[in-house]
Structures are given as structure tokens and as C-alpha cells.
């Protein structure tokens, strides 16, 4: 049986036109939505979640193409662009009842939250990010043997045809892979819901590389745009990183700062999945960006 967040149902919700969204939403009061990452589903969240959901109403949706959330067909370039998904997002809150809502994010869902900040500015009380840089600078700082770490990055980014081929073939290795190289603390992921994580991944390998895609074209079009324009996130701002920057050789804060000036930045000492390994440090980071 696929685990499930504690205390949370199940909601189907159209987000866009032939698009629904698989939602766990759970407890009361102000909105907050939390946005997984890769290879993952909304399952990351399960201790975060269970926690703000003493106080707050939390949404954890599957985004577009992962999970049990709709996969459509990518036919122009667009259709798993942050700019849609964050779109999605937008939709989805407002399709169950809230107008503004604090929005985190974590690896690919962080990036879905910050084009969702950008876009839908009066939708975003709060935004936080963890453990991933805006697009735009992800591919500035991306050179050299310390790009090597992200070699699928590289691989995704290709024309449609041979990345499918390739992780297909060992689509259980590949997705493993990462959760496996990724986390310092291998309990931190257990058995049933690593299970459920291949299960998903295997299932959406066309609209993963598409998501991935996205932000070796499209996405960069877009933050270059607002980069040009000026555009920051007005809101407060928390970003969490593990201590890769100064060993990747440039300053993550700064990188930051230039995008949200309303910025707390803290290093977290855990794996890529800190939701996961370190959902105390994790809870009271988002607990201090909602007062702020």
C-alpha cells in the first residue's frame, strides 16, 4: 500500500484545461502549500506537513507530470515550463478556496515556487526555497569537473528521444541513483515510500525529462526576461542550502540576495533531501518565515 501523510485526504483538483492535480490537503487556517522535488512526490513533506498542519491548512500537491497528478504530452516547449506549473499552483489554491497562500519548495519545486513568486506576486505571502538555485543561475555556475555533480541536468536537456531511451532502460537505477547519492542519512528515506518514489518516477519518465527540459530552454528565456526587467520576489523569502557553495566556488546568498532582498538564507547540515533528514531544522525555518 502507497503511505500516505498522516491526517491528510486525497482531493483531485483541475488546475488547467485537461490537466488535474492529486493533492494531500490536511489541518486549518492560513494556506500553505508545499511543492516536492525530484525523483520524489508530495510524500517528502509527510513530517513538515503533519507539523504546520497543527496550526495552518497545508496543500501538497503532486506537481504536473510526477506522481498521481496528470502528465500531458509536452507538444510545444511549454507545457511543463515553470511558468505552468506555477500557474497550476495558483489554480490549484484558488480551486479550494484561497486567493493568497505562503508557498516552499524544494529542488524542482522550488523552482516551480519562484517563477509561481515572480508571476503571481499577489498570491505569495511567503515564499522558501530548498536546496536549489534560481535556473538562471544554476546553469551561470555550472563549469568545469564540479558540473560532473550535475550530470543529469546535462542529459535531460537534450531533444526528445534518446534521454527517454536511456533512463528507461535502467529507469530504477537511474532514479535510485540520486536517492541514494543525495542523502547523507539513507533511514531518512524509508523502504515503502523509496518504493513509492521509484514507482512514480518510473511512471513519469517522459514528463520528468520534459520538466527538465524546460529549464535548459524555456525557463532560462524566462528568468533572463526578469533578470533584464528587474523583477525580484517582494515577498519575504527563506532559502535553505546544504553547505555546497563555498565547495562549488561561488556565494549562494549573494547569488540569492539579487533575487529577494527580503532574504533569511541558512545553511542546513544534512543531505539534498532535508525535508526528510532534517525536518526539525526544516519546520522552524518555515515556522519563522510565516511570522515574518
Do not use: N
Amino acid at each position: 500500500m502507497t503511505p500516505e501523510i498522516t491526517g491528510f485526504s486525497r482531493q483531485r483538483v483541475t488546475v488547467a484545461e485537461g490537466v488535474q492535480l492529486t493533492a494531500a490537503v490536511g489541518g486549518s487556517g492560513s494556506p500553505v502549500v508545499l511543492l516536492h522535488g525530484f525523483p520524489q512526490t508530495h510524500l517528502m513533506w509527510r513530517h513538515v506537513a503533519a507539523d504546520l498542519a497543527a496550526d495552518h491548512t497545508v496543500i501538497c500537491p503532486d506537481l504536473r507530470g510526477y506522481g498521481d497528478s496528470d502528465k500531458p504530452a509536452d507538444t510545444d516547449g511549454q507545457t511543463y515550463a515553470k511558468r505552468t506549473m506555477a500557474a497550476d499552483i495558483v489554480a490549484l489554491a484558488r480551486a479550494l478556496g484561497h486567493e493568497r497562500f505562503a508557498l516552499a519548495g524544494h529542488d524542482r519545486g522550488a523552482l516551480v515556487a519562484i517563477r509561481a513568486g515572480l508571476d503571481h506576486p499577489a498570491a505569495i505571502t511567503h515564499l522558501a526555497s530548498l536546496d536549489v538555485l534560481p535556473t538562471l543561475d544554476t546553469w551561470d555556475v555550472m563549469h568545469g569537473t564540479s558540473a560532473a555533480v550535475g550530470f543529469h541536468l546535462f542529459l535531460m536537456a537534450q531533444p526528445p528521444g534518446l534521454p527517454e531511451l536511456m533512463i528507461s532502460g535502467a529507469a530504477d537505477a537511474f532514479f535510485g541513483h540520486f536517492l541514494d547519492v543525495w542523502a547523507v542519512d539513507p533511514d531518512a528515506i524509508p523502504v515503502d515510500v523509496r518504493a513509492a518514489y521509484l514507482d512514480a518516477s518510473r511512471r513519469a519518465i517522459p514528463s520528468i525529462v520534459a520538466d527538465y527540459r524546460a529549464s535548459a530552454t524555456v525557463d532560462v528565456d524566462h528568468d533572463e526576461a526578469d533578470r533584464q526587467a528587474g523583477h525580484q520576489l517582494r515577498m519575504p523569502v527563506t532559502v535553505l542550502q546544504q553547505d555546497w557553495g563555498a565547495a562549488l566556488g561561488f556565494d549562494a546568498a549573494a547569488r540569492w540576495r539579487a533575487w529577494a532582498p527580503d532574504l533569511d538564507h541558512r545553511t542546513v547540515s544534512c543531505g539534498h533531501f532535508m525535508a526528510e533528514e532534517a525536518p526539525a531544522e526544516v519546520i522552524k525555518a518555515l515556522r519563522d518565515l510565516l511570522a515574518r
